[in-house]
């Protein structure tokens, strides 16, 4: 049965439920789509986007916002979060915008891709994502909007006018809905009574501006719903009125009259408004007519969301909770049907077909087209013409209508009126265009056909450009430039001179024509307008190639000689520089050298425009013109650079400098080396530039050894004298010394010698040395810089220059004068120059280094009078003071008063000094440093024995480090052995230094070094003699406690003794170590806390005492007989608690609970509970619970108190105590006594609190099942009902389980598991009559009737068929199906496939499972299936299977088979011919495969009547292949045809010979005359001459008449006597040769007199053009020479005397014997004319 037609497109495009999206999130307020492209869903703390454009990818981002909505074109997210708005960019990551708004947003969306709407509470506001501007406020909302829901705003296109849409609730059942319209210009507003709006822009006919209209339903109480439609914004006087619809009343379906449309969209592509309500219709509209087009139910959901669709138009929306994206779209091809056909409005499917250009009404096109013609309406036929969809009625048969009418008087002809309304409505196409133009070009009116092309109006062609060509060129020109026909625009722009027009366009389009003729013709009259003609065809084509072979120009151009021009084209063609163009780049230069213009040669490649020529050549010629520069730059050979370089003085020096960069190192140094070897005088400067230049690339060392083999020292210094500021190399600064002091440039060496730092200072001292220079200054630069100081002071002093050393000394370096003292001492000096050398030096010599220079040679008291008279001077320098207390102390001049009282001297060095002369002289100075010596004072006093002085520093030092230093020395860790030094100091320390003292941080610190020093008996022995011998310090509480802590670490016998005689120490801080792991001392610490509990006043203090007791008792001694006993004397409940708490751990559950009565402390109720449960003492539990519900009000004390009860089996206590107000977790506790079996307290529990489901499950484990079903029906819970059920199925009461089952069945997500459960227990006959009686069910769902059929295919397969075929619509067919084929039930499974609409699987199960196969039921099921593979397999198994049947299955699956494949199909089974009425069916869509089966079977039954029809008719197979298989066939009928596909594929030289064999000679002679080709023709007459059949012979003459040369048909008639059968031939040839003649001397006939002479001479130019274009008998074409002619030449035939002197007939046609040529004045070594010009034909007499 036929689909019936509808007119929308329904798919669903995704679901969100299944992309991951929560369906509590799929709502109005969190779910947005904003646009086809995304969805934008807020759930549970994160952003899911759904990219529709991308895949339906989904992208999920940790984003916590009320509502998000997607930006309709780009991925920019808008966020609202309470008043916080915020716009993100997610590609950049990067916020755009933000705004906080303190009016809360009831709804809001994307107004286009830069601007959001804000709905508030108060007014509309839009915000723009551009600038930094808040949301602008547009207007306030009314005040009858207030309580709705905004649902919905919208702008039109101009931004002038808003809606704004709310509901809210009028009713019991019904909505109401509230619009607000607001005018922006003019500020006010008006309210609609309805539920949803929008704007759209419409076209509206004859008004050119767009019609802006709004269009909204209307819902008034107690009226229907209607639809309006208005424009909007437009003045009513404005031309074309205001466009306004009339109210259509909306066609609300019966079943739904309270339902209100939700959304509202206009799809601008056709122009129709999509209406959805809530519950879930779908209505459409016509905007231009209002009139309803369609109406249907497409969601159960609500549609809560849309969105237009841009590409096919129609409406995109979401479903509420299901999250079903839906997408509805007008379907093209089946509106105007359905207009027509359920509609019958066939005015509204003219107009749809007409604006949407839809097909389906072309038969109502076509009879209103008719009947308005015949109503002499010409007019309106015209217009429906026009409007007619895919241009219907724009047809030849048409206009020819038009033009047969008769026009009426005063009006223009009916096919003008026609036209004008096409002219009106858009343009013509080519053939209206071409009927439109031909009575205008005969009235003359070629203006109009100008404007109108000028509007692109008409649609240009080929035949249009001819038809206007004859009245106006230009136009026809435009024309064929629009209908781009390159071959007759070519000919226009030559026929108006336009050249270069013609290059530009020919290779705008990729053109090509003949400009080689053209260029042959302009060199001799315009060379200038040739050259720049080439030059543009250089470059002219498609990116930038040429569109002529630039060495054919340049034969053209230097065949008269024209350099200049050739130059000039060469430099355009080869500007490029391309690696094939190097040959014309070799003669571009070539014939500028030799030609005479070696200065463009020489331009040229100054440019470098070419880098592919010859360059040796082009060296070569350059050398022989003069230019020597660029012969250089392409000589390669070191040879010829050497032959060159004798013309070196001639060039530029630069350029010499600038080729040598070119050259390698070697050739280099051998170019030079030639250079100064023939004329060293004048070439010496070139090679220093050279050298100066290349120093690097050449190396200096190299170029040095050059200049020094030709001793050349003044090369040397100007050339080193180049580079030795910027060089590196220590040669090159050393020889440009040695250079400069040979040419006696003194000052250069000293300039170098002091500013280098370069240089080998070793070498250029020695050469200093050695050149013993007048001047010592370079000497002296070189050794102050370098540190040879004594050897210049040796050298200076042997030298007898000791004014320099005193200048050296005093200016120069006297921060040197120590070693140049040093030097003169070890020289024997005379001490009063030494002293004199220091006095004029004075405070600028450095002290230090002189007292050691000094002091090493034992000569510092020479320095005595200088360093006094320094001090007296007040001079502090150190080691000024250092030297002079040195002095001292050797003197023993009052050392130990210098050395206490100076305040300069450095006490290290000093201190060193004094440690071999005295070492009490070393400790005061290294005192005098302030602790920056202690090492050193250490190791002195220790050296020495001054441990008594050790013992005094170190207690005032009072540093700790020290004091680790001395007490542990490094040493010490290796040997473990105290050493001596230690005791002694230790001695000193106890008997002198701390007696001594009377500073408590002394004391303090040097404790804390005995500490830190880990010596705990000499510590004990040091703090008894301050604390229990009687000092200042003995009541010190630091010192008490730090002598009982030592005493805990290193002797725990006197603590107990330490503890009872002292007093003032910290008590419980001490307890607490003595009482930690470490120690254990437990007993001790007991004692110091009952020590000082009983010092402690009453209060927390002394009870935190004796808990701490209580804690060492029970925590360390674990005596809790002690314990208690304490407890009892001291009577604290903290105690009782910390006892309790022990017995506790201890499991001594009812003495703990006793001390916590005790205590009153309920504090560890949970510990307390734990551990009587697991040692069942519930009955002191119970006294315990009791104590703390008195205390603590906490749930679980009661909780655990009902549980007590429970397990003591009081349930009267247990009764009692729910029936009382409590805390307790009734239902908790009653599932725990559930759960461990107390069923009867737990059915007390849960009876009261009315939890029926526990109570009925408490009824079943008590075995009382009607009560549990009683209690299970007032549960109602399927839970609940499922464990009864189970039950009484396992105690076998079905009847109670079946009153249950019935309940559990309406809930299919847990019928599974009930159908398992009876399977499992082995009663399937219960379960099918439960299951039956669950048909009956008022809520029963597919589920019931799925499991049913399961079973049925399990337990009664007879029953199944029946029960799908009722109720296989309301099952999962999936499931069925499964089950189906597990128990291979294979009719009911095809059934089920395709009442399911699976036809593939059903076609399928057909061709797998023979047994279900029906042959009408395949036929039906196969033409609907989806998978195209089916098909071939359905056309194998028939093939297979029902081979008689497969001819009507073929025909059924003709529209979508391939058939090449099906042919293939079946050639491989070897069926063809079962498929032949099929085969023949589908040829006419001319496939190869399809042509080449049906021509092997027609072959094969010898059809040749079939075979040619199928060859004329159908052409697409191997035509060769078949031609060679049937060419040798029996039947001479298909050797024809073997023939016949020879000559069709051009094989004319086979048809032919076939042909003659078989003695078909009207066939071969046809074959001959179509080929054209005059060989095959010739052979064909001389084989009729040959077998003497003249008939034939006259045929072949007359059919063949522009093939056969005349020559040879008259050869072969006069040998054979056939002459009279060849005279019509020659007749009809002199005829036209004739003709030919006439023509020529007519267009070659020389002008009149008295035109002037150069127009004489450009005529005959174009005449001689012209006459070389003319095809004369053949196709070829007469060629200029290239070459001037040369009388010389023989002129005999077949030479190079090929040209023609003048045009006469004497030159064409036959010419006699040796008539090779004309030899007067003509064009001269041309081409040899082609046959029948000038000649006989090779192999003539």
């Known amino acids: 049965m036929a689909q019936p037609l509808i007119p929308v497109l329904f798919r669903e495009a995704l679901n969100l439920v299944a992309l991951g999206v929560a369906p509590e999130a799929i709502k109005f307020g969190t779910c947005s789509l904003e646009s086809d492209k995304y969805i934008c869903v807020c759930q549970n703390g994160e952003l899911v986007i759904v990219d529709m454009a991308a895949g339906n990818t989904v992208t999920r981002r940790p984003i916590s916002a009320e509502a998000a909505i997607m930006n309709p074109v780009s991925k920019i997210v808008a966020l609202r979060a309470a008043g916080q708005l915020q716009i993100f960019n997610l590609d950049t990551k990067a916020r755009v915008k933000a705004h906080t708004i303190s009016d809360p947003i009831q709804y809001w969306r ?145 079943d739904a009259p309270n339902d209100f449309p939700v959304a509202m969209n206009v799809s601008p592509r056709h122009d129709i408004i999509f209406m959805i309500t809530k519950q879930g219709y779908l209505f459409m509209f016509d905007v231009h007519t209002g009139k309803a087009l369609y109406r249907a139910k497409i969601s159960n959901e609500t549609v809560f969301v849309t969105t237009a669709h841009t590409d096919v138009g129609g409406v995109m929306g979401v479903t509420a909770r299901a999250g079903s994206v839906i997408h ?256 014309l780049q070799t003669k571009l230069l070539e014939i500028n050298l030799v030609g005479g213009s070696p200065q463009v040669a020489d331009a040229i490649l100054a440019n470098e425009m070419f880098s592919h020529y010859d360059r040796n050549h082009i060296a070569r010629l350059c050398e022989n013109a003069g230019l020597y520069q660029r012969a250089l730059e392409h ?169 320099y050393i005193e200048v050296y000394v005093q200016k120069v370096s006297p921060q040197k004068t120590p070693m140049v003292i040093g030097k003169l001492l070890d020289l024997d000096c005379s001490e009063d120059f030494i002293r004199g050398l220091l006095n004029s030096v004075g405070h600028a010599c450095p002290v230090e280094e002189l007292v050691e220079q000094v002091e090493r040679r034992n000569r510092l008291r020479l320095l005595q009078p200088w360093l006094e008279a320094r001090v007296a001077t007040g001079n502090t320098e150190t080691a000024t003071h250092n030297a002079i207390g040195k002095i001292y102390v050797t003197l023993n001049k009052d050392p130990k008063n210098f050395l206490l009282q100076n305040q300069f001297y450095d006490p290290r060095v000093l201190g060193k000094y004094c440690e071999k002369l005295d070492p009490s002289l070393a400790f005061l100075a290294y005192k005098r440093a302030n602790g920056e010596c202690d090492d050193d004072i250490i190791r002195v006093t220790s050296e020495n024995g001054l441990y008594k002085d050790q013992a005094r520093y170190l207690v005032e030092r009072q540093d700790l480090d020290l004091w680790a230093r001395v007490l542990t020395p490094p040493d010490m860790d290796n040997t473990k052995k105290e050493p001596a030094s230690r005791r002694a100091l230790i001695d000193q320390v106890v008997q002198t230094a701390l007696p001594e003292t009377k500073v408590a941080d002394e004391v303090s610190t040097t404790v804390k070094a005995f500490m830190n020093a880990d010596l705990p008996s000499e510590l004990i022995e040091l703090l008894e003699r301050i604390v229990l011998q009687g000092s200042d310090f003995s009541e010190n509480k630091n010192l008490q406690n730090l002598l009982i802590l030592t005493a805990i670490k290193a002797d725990k016998s006197r603590v107990m003794d330490y503890i009872n005689r002292l007093d003032n120490f ?165 599932q725990k006594c559930f759960d461990e079996g107390l069923y009867e307290a737990a059915r007390i529990l849960f009876k009261n609190i009315n939890n029926n489901a526990k109570l009925a499950l408490c009824y079943v484990h008590l075995g009382q ?219 006419k869509e001319n496939i190869a495969a399809v042509n080449e089966a049906l021509n092997e079977l027609y072959i094969e039954d010898e059809d040749h009547e079939r075979l040619r029809q199928s060859l004329d008719e159908f052409g697409n197979f191997d035509q060769i292949a078949l031609a060679q298989r049937i060419e040798k066939h029996e039947l001479l009928e298909f050797r024809r045809i073997s023939a016949y596909v020879y000559k069709k594929n051009r094989r004319f030289q086979q048809s032919v010979a076939l042909s003659k064999g078989d003695k078909m000679y009207k066939d071969a002679i046809d074959t001959a005359a179509q080929s054209g080709d005059s060989e095959l023709a010739e052979d064909l007459l001389r084989f009729f001459v040959n077998i003497g059949d003249k008939e034939c012979f006259c045929a072949m003459l007359y059919t063949a008449y522009g093939l056969v040369k005349p020559d040879v048909a008259m050869e072969l008639a006069w040998r054979n006597g056939y002459v009279d059968y060849a005279m019509p031939f020659m007749i009809q040839y002199m005829r036209n040769l004739h003709e030919r003649v006439e023509a020529i001397d007519a267009r070659t006939a020389p002008k009149k007199k008295d035109q002037a002479e150069e127009d004489a001479a450009a005529a005959a130019a174009a005449a001689a053009a012209t006459m070389y274009d003319a095809p004369i008998m053949g196709n070829g074409t007469m060629l200029l020479a290239n070459a001037p002619f040369n009388p010389a030449m023989d002129m005999g035939y077949g030479g190079g005397g090929g040209g023609m002197a003048a045009m006469n007939t004497n030159a064409m046609g036959m010419g006699a014997p040796g008539m090779g040529g004309m030899g007067s004045m003509g064009m001269g070594g041309g081409m040899m004319p082609p046959m029948g010009m000038g000649g006989m034909r090779p192999g003539g007499y």
């Open 1265 to 1483: 099942y009607r009560e549990a079903v009683e209690a299970a029906t007032k549960a109602n819970a399927v839970n609940t009902w499922k464990q009864v059920c189970y039950a009484c199925v396992r105690a076998g009461e079905f009847r109670l389980a079946g009153i249950c089952g019935l309940q559990i069945l309406k809930h299919p997500d847990h019928l599974e598991e009930l159908t398992l459960h009876y399977e499992r227990a082995g009663h399937p006959t219960e379960l099918l009559q439960l299951m039956e009686q669950g048909l009956g069910l008022e809520e029963a769902h597919s589920g019931i009737f799925t499991e049913l059929a399961v079973l049925y295919s399990k337990y009664s397969p007879d029953k199944l068929m029946a029960h799908i075929k009722l109720f296989w619509n309301r099952m999962n067919t999936s499931k069925v199906l499964r089950a189906c084929e597990r128990a291979l039930l294979w009719d009911e499974a095809v059934y089920l496939y395709k009442e399911d609409g699976q036809h593939d699987s059903a076609v399928r199960a057909m061709i797998e499972h023979c047994t279900a196969w029906k042959h009408d039921l395949f036929i039906e099921c196969v033409q609907k299936v989806r998978n195209q593979e089916i098909y071939y397999r359905a056309i194998g198994f028939y093939m297979e299977q029902h081979p008689l049947d497969l001819v009507r299955l073929l025909k059924v699956l003709t529209p979508h088979l391939d058939h090449a494949r099906v042919v293939h199909q079946l050639r491989k089974a070897e069926n063809l011919p079962l498929a032949t009425e099929y085969l023949q069916s589908v040829q």
């Open 110 to 254: 994307w107004l286009d891709p830069s601007t959001i709407a804000l709905v508030s509470a108060t007014a509309v506001y839009h915000w723009s994502m551009e600038g930094a501007d808040p949301p602008a406020k547009v207007f306030d909302r009314d005040g009858k909007l207030e309580g709705s829901q905004i649902i919905g705003y919208s702008v039109s296109m101009d931004r002038k006018w808003c809606l704004v849409t709310g509901i809210s609730q009028a009713a019991p059942g019904v909505i109401a809905g509230t619009m607000q319209l607001y005018s922006v210009d003019k500020r006010v507003s008006q309210i609609l009574n309805g539920h949803t709006g929008t704007f759209a822009v419409i076209n509206r006919p004859g008004r050119d501006v767009p019609a802006q209209v709004l269009c909204f339903e209307e819902k008034k109480m107690d009226s229907p719903a209607k639809l309006f439609i208005m424009e909007v914004g437009r003045d009513k006087d404005a031309p074309g009125g205001v466009f306004r619809v009339a109210p259509q009343q909306i066609p609300l379906p019966p």
């Open 328 to 583: 509805v779209a007008v379907n093209e091809q089946t509106l105007i049907p359905y207009i027509v056909n359920t509609l019958r409005d066939t005015a509204l499917a003219i107009e749809l077909a007409g604006r949407l250009n839809l097909e389906g009404a072309n038969e109502l096109y076509e009879m209103q087209f008719n009947q308005l013609l015949s109503q002499g309406d010409a007019q309106g036929a015209a217009r429906l013409a026009a409007e007619s969809p895919n241009g219907l009625l724009r047809t030849p048969a048409t206009i020819a209508r038009f033009q047969q009418v008769p026009p009426q008087p005063g009006q223009a002809p009916p096919v003008f009126q026609y036209f004008s309304v096409l002219l009106e409505r858009g343009r013509l196409n080519a053939m209206e265009a071409l009927e439109l133009a031909r009575p205008l070009l005969a009235q003359g009116r070629t203006d109009m056909l100008e404007k109108w092309l000028k509007e692109d109006k008409l649609e240009c062609s080929g035949e249009l450009g001819d038809l206007v060509a004859q009245a106006d060129t230009n136009m026809a020109l435009s024309i064929y430039l629009r209908a781009n026909v390159p071959d007759k625009v070519v000919a226009c722009f030559v026929q108006r001179g336009e050249f270069d027009q013609v290059v530009a366009y020919s290779a705008k389009v990729g053109y090509r024509c003949d400009f080689v003729a053209m260029l042959q013709g302009m060199i001799r009259t315009n060379p200038q307008g040739a050259a720049e003609f080439a030059k543009k065809l250089a470059s002219g084509g498609p990116g930038g190639a040429a569109m002529v072979d630039p060495n054919t120009v340049v034969e053209i151009f230097m065949g008269v000689n024209r350099v200049q021009e050739t130059t000039a084209f060469l430099l355009e063609a080869l500007k490029n520089n391309r690696k094939e163009e190097g040959y």
């Open 635 to 803: 000589y390669q050979a070191p040879a010829d650079i050497k032959r060159l370089m004798a013309f070196a003085p001639a060039m530029n020096a630069e350029f010499i400098v600038n080729f040598f960069g070119n050259l390698s190192r070697e050739t280099s140094i051998e170019v030079m080396k030639e250079m100064l070897g023939k004329n060293m005088r004048q070439n010496l400067p070139i090679v220093v530039q050279i050298a100066t230049k290349y120093s690097d690339q050449i190396g200096c060392e190299n170029l040095v050894a050059l200049l020094e083999g030709f001793k050349s020292y003044e090369g040397l210094f100007y050339y080193l004298g180049g580079i030795v500021n910027f060089s590196q190399e220590p040669i090159a600064h050393f020889k440009y010394i040695e250079a400069a002091a040979k040419m006696q440039q003194f000052k250069e060496v000293e300039r170098v010698c002091r500013d280098s730092t370069v240089y080998n200072p070793e070498q250029v001292k020695k050469f200093l040395m050695d050149a013993k220079l007048p001047d010592p200054r370079p000497l002296i630069h070189v050794c102050d810089r370098y540190d040879f100081i004594e050897e210049m002071t040796g050298y200076l002093f042997k030298n007898n220059q000791q004014k």
């Open 1066 to 1230: 910290d008590g419980p801080e001490i307890a607490k170590i003595a009482a930690s792991e470490l120690y254990e001392l437990y007993e001790e610490a007991l004692i110091i806390y009952i020590k000082f509990g009983k010092k402690a006043p009453a209060g927390p203090e002394r009870t935190a005492l004796n808990v701490s007791a209580v804690e060492v008792l029970v925590d360390h001694i674990k005596a809790l007989d002690r314990a208690k006993d304490f407890a009892e004397r001291v009577q604290e409940p903290a105690v009782w608690s910390k006892l309790a708490k022990a017995q506790l751990d201890e499991d001594l559950v009812v003495e703990a609970i006793d001390s916590y009565i005790k205590a009153h402390d309920p504090s560890y109720y949970m510990e307390v509970i734990e551990c009587a449960e697991r040692e069942d003492k519930f009955e002191a539990l119970v006294l315990f619970l009791r104590m703390a519900r008195g205390e603590v009000k906490e749930a679980v004390i009661e909780n655990e108190l009902i549980y007590a009860y429970a397990k003591t089996n009081a349930l009267a206590d247990l009764e009692e105590f729910i029936a009382a107000p409590n805390m307790a977790n009734i239902e908790g506790s009653g």
